[in-house]
């Protein structure tokens, strides 16, 4: 099999007497993109090729999930276009379906056509991770996840319906169920999707008279004894204070163990009825890499040494690398034995690491450790509302939202990202945040496929 738009193994042909490397990035999230980025100016086309195969066409700044969700900024806005950043690696479109390292061969499915098989000298294997979830009864019907902006969209417009429902519906028991909203993980997705979404139904009650704030229910359901496990007790302490604060719902050290047809049960025996349930209780590697030939740990990650090249064993695996995620990099800042977390921060950092050691080997020279001690951690609890650890300063409140915005919008790529969303926070200083359901979004074409229903079928339904 070959490979179309000139990515084939035997057309490589040489560039002035050189023959350039071929360096395959398998997925273009945080690790991906940044270190494609980096590659693609680092080394000149006479050295080296960047292929970028994502089945997406952008990347998404998950920190700002969110805030695109609660309509703080456009949700256009918190994702970077491949085509525009990557100018100089050739992007296909598709999903890599099996890598077989031995061969030094990827094998891709475009989003159109039939599957193709792409060589390489360098693969870096950045396939992010996928929501980590659990049998529970009821969850693949009725739960939500958070990892995408299309969750991030659909859960806006999905509470705001809530909302549409619970103004109209002459039933207690249904307005009951519409405005009760259940969020299962207290890290920090789990934490700013709640206080985020929570701000925004709030601000959207002021055009409600049907309804006042006291008919919501906000329930945070978390198997530990705390939130915010990336930051000291005392600060995931304030956490919960503020969120009881808001009349949250805050339910530690239990477990969700049913969910079926809307009912959440709980460990802790109390049940209700609930027509959203937001999943954000972990992440688990991609299933794609159990399609592929690298070494794994017991919690299916890439085995890493800390240059980010994979080892299997005492063995360096040639020619392939991981970050981020999917990726067990040795944590040199702690004890042997401990991994470096799965975060932006980590991904980010490693990707310019690994980038930058692709770049020593293809150019004779020794790959570098990556090193980086967690500079700490910073959430948002709704607008104006925050909490931080960083280099062991704690802030809380506005100074702590502060920082949040500040630092994100210095680490989301490309300048013209960060003017859009500098531009969206800046206009909601003046103008009031849009709460407006676009349902529609998600079933385009209901509404024509009824209109266009030939006459014999609706004399028949009639």
């Known amino acids: 099999m070959g490979v ?119 693969v870096v294997v950045a396939p992010g991770s996928v929501s980590r979830t659990l049998p529970i009864p009821g969850l693949h019907e009725h739960g939500i996840g958070f990892k995408t902006i299309g969750e991030a969209i659909y859960l806006r417009n999905h509470v705001l319906d809530r909302l549409d429902v619970a103004a109209v519906t002459p039933d207690a028991d249904v307005r009951r169920s519409a405005l009760t909203f259940t969020f299962v993980g207290g890290g920090y997705a789990g934490i700013e999707a709640l206080a985020e979404m929570e701000d925004m139904a709030r601000d959207a009650l002021r055009y409600y008279p049907e309804l006042e704030p006291a008919d919501m229910r906000w329930v945070l359901v978390e198997a530990t004894q705390r939130v915010l496990p990336e930051v000291d007790r005392d600060m995931g302490a304030y956490t919960v204070q503020q ?79 991981s970050a981020g995620d999917c990726a067990a990099v040795p944590d040199l800042t702690k004890e042997p034995g401990n991994y470096c977390s799965p975060s932006a921060q980590h991904a980010v950092r490693q990707a310019a690491r690994m980038a930058d050691n692709i770049v020593n080997v293809v150019r004779g020279r020794e790959p570098v450790d990556y090193k980086h001690k967690h500079a700490g951690s910073v959430a948002s609890l709704g607008l104006h509302k925050g909490v931080a650890q960083v280099y062991g300063v704690k802030m809380k409140g506005w100074p702590a939202w502060f920082m949040h915005r500040t630092y994100h919008m210095s680490r989301i790529p490309s300048f013209n990202r960060k003017i859009r969303v500098v531009v969206d926070w ?30 014999a079928v609706i004399r028949k339904a009639a």
């Not at 050295?47 to 969110?66: G, I, K, R, S, W």
């Open 4 to 122: 179309s738009n000139g990515i084939s193994g035997a057309a490589r042909g040489k560039i002035d007497g050189v023959n350039p490397k071929r360096i395959l990035v398998v997925g273009a999230g945080h690790v991906g993109l940044y270190a494609a980025l980096r590659l693609s100016k680092k080394l000149s086309s006479r050295e080296a090729e960047v292929v970028v195969v994502d089945p997406q066409p952008h990347m998404t700044y998950q920190p700002f999930l969110p805030e695109a969700a609660a309509g703080n900024i456009s949700p256009r806005h918190s994702v970077v276009p491949l085509r525009r950043e990557l100018r100089k690696c050739k992007v296909v479109a598709g999903t890599v379906t099996r890598i077989d390292h031995a061969r030094k061969t990827a094998v891709v499915q475009p989003i159109a056509g039939p599957t193709r098989e792409i060589p390489y000298d360098h």
């Open 243 to 321: 969120l009881l604060k808001r009349n949250m719902d805050i339910r530690l050290d239990t477990r969700l163990e049913s969910c079926v047809d809307g009912v959440v049960k709980l460990s802790d025996g109390d049940s209700f009825r609930s027509d959203t349930i937001v999943w954000t209780a972990g992440v688990k590697p991609s299933p794609m890499l159990d399609k592929t030939d690298f070494p794994r740990d017991e919690r299916r990650r890439v085995t890493c040494l800390p240059t980010l090249q994979v080892v299997d064993g005492d063995r360096v695996v040639d020619g392939a690398w």
């Open 426 to 455: 800046s206009l909601a200083f003046f103008l009031k945040r849009e709460v407006v359901a676009l349902g529609q979004l998600h079933d385009p074409r209901e509404e024509f496929a009824e209109a266009s229903q030939p006459i």
